[in-house]
């Protein structure tokens, strides 16, 4: 049985996903603000980290930093319904250049939309 991240191209699929997100977020007004230039690395790398495991690949990211703590971990940020809109919009521009099947898309689609939800903590 093959895992998810196996299945739309394990490292080398999230990689270039999390690549093409961050050079969305670097050029975005909302979200660039967020990311210190000498953390903007670190921040793919653990995104990716993350995404990887998430999806059923490596457990680098717990083995590094722990339970993924979400919420908390994003609390120190404004984040607002434009924050969450820009967030996803910049995913899911970077998810459209992926060639995967439509079922994996979906589903990818269908976590941003969760997560990108779950991550509000203001008002405006």
């Keep these: 049985m093959t895992t998810f991240y196996e299945?739309?191209?394990g490292e080398a699929f999230f990689t270039e996903l999390v690549?093409?997100?961050y050079a969305l977020v670097a050029t975005n007004?909302?979200?660039r603000p967020m990311y210190p230039e000498s953390d903007m690395k670190g921040a793919a790398?653990?995104?990716l980290m993350f995404m990887?495991?998430?999806w059923?690949?490596?457990s680098t990211y717990s083995e590094e930093r722990g339970h993924p703590r979400l919420?908390?971990?994003h609390a120190g940020f404004h984040i607002d319904i434009a924050a969450r809109d820009a967030w996803l919009s910049c995913m899911n521009e970077a998810l459209s250049g992926m060639e995967i099947d439509q079922i994996?898309?979906?589903q990818l689609e269908g976590y941003f939309e969760m997560a990108a939800h779950s991550m509000v903590n203001q008002e405006s």
């Design 7 to 9: 299945e739309v191209g």
């Design 19 to 21: 690549s093409h997100f």
């Design 29 to 31: 007004e909302i979200l």
């Design 45 to 47: 790398k653990r995104l």
């Design 52 to 54: 990887e495991q998430y």
């Design 56 to 58: 059923g690949g490596p």
């Design 71 to 73: 919420r908390m971990r």
């Design 104 to 106: 994996h898309r979906t």
